[in-house]
Structures are given as structure tokens and as C-alpha cells.
């Protein structure tokens, strides 16, 4: 995918009825992280790219995870070099990273939900995937929450610029449309709380 597909995508985003500015900067930032994830094999090379899999992005600190201490180790001593490999990459994608962190701890889990993802399955991947929503609404509040024939005209082309992007797992799509979709319907439930308390 080249970067100018993937600015038509971000725009597709941004000019969307979707596109609250914080719900919008989440699927932006599921998006890029997903391309800045799949470049972890061109900063570490063939030697690591199957012993260490990026799960997250917090700030300007990337989260990797390996395979065994053994490998942190080995990484560690090349974190100045891989900081200057994966700038290029992530500054494309308005990214500053400054740290890397490795962890060997959850490598199983993170691998399986690597694979999960990857073979079109949805159940939780990678956390730099998830849009934050309040966890006081439940299944049932959602399920309250109805879309109007725009809305649901924007979320299928969501789904449609998503598909022409090989770049993403059909499971990773999911998982971000199905964020999205909870996102903004958490959005719509504050925006009905705060309709109603101004009412009393």
C-alpha cells in the first residue's frame, strides 16, 4: 500500500459524519498502527522478525513482544539502531517513537491473538487496535442505540475502503469497524445522558 492510499483513506475518515474529532483520531490511529506494525520486519530484518511481534503504542513508546529473555537481550543492544530504522516509518505515519520496549512475558498470548487476527478471527489482538469507550455501558445500552440510514451509509464505506487495503487482516478490519461502531454509539449515549439532564 502506498502512502497516498493510504491519505485517501484518512480523508475517507475524516470527511465521513463519523468523524468526531476524537473518534476519528482512534480509527486514525488504529490505521496507522496497523502499517507501522507491519514494517517491524523491514526495521528488524529477517534474524528477528519471526521472534518479535509489535503489540502496542503508548504515546511515543512502542511495545514489542518476543519470544524469550534471550532476545531481549539481543534487541536491547540494538535499540539505538532500530529507534533510527523505524523513524522514517513513523514519522509517515505522524508518529515520534523515542522508546522501545520489550517483553517476553506475553508473547504466547500476543502471538495467538497476532494469529487470531490474522486468520479472520476477531476475539482481542492487539491493544493499539481498540478504540477507549466508557466501560459503564453495557451490550444492552448499545443495542439501544439505533443508526439513521446516514450512518449506516458511512460505516459501509468504511467497511468498502477497508477491504481494498490488503495491508489490514479481514480480522483486524473487523475488530476496528466493530470498535468504531461502539465508539460512536458510546459518543451518541453521552450526547443522549447530556440531552436529557439538560431537559431536568
Known sequence: MTYSEFTKLADILNESVLA???????????????MLFGFWKDVVGKRF??????YDLKGTVLFVSVMSSVVVQELSMYKAELLKKIEPYADGLNFKITDIR???????????????????KTKSGSKAFDIDVPEYYTEQDYETIGLD????DEFEKLRESFAQHEFLPEGLREKILKSAMTGYKAKKLRDKEKEEKSKD
Open 102 to 120: 520489550f517483553d517476553y512475558k506475553n508473547w504466547q498470548s500476543v502471538k495467538n491473538n497476532i494469529e487470531e487476527i490474522s486468520g479472520g
Open 149 to 152: 440510514n446516514n450512518e449506516e
Open 49 to 54: 522478525e519471526k521472534v518479535s511481534i509489535p
Open 20 to 34: 468526531d474529532k476524537r473518534f476519528g483520531q482512534a480509527l486514525d490511529k488504529c490505521v496507522s498502527c496497523s
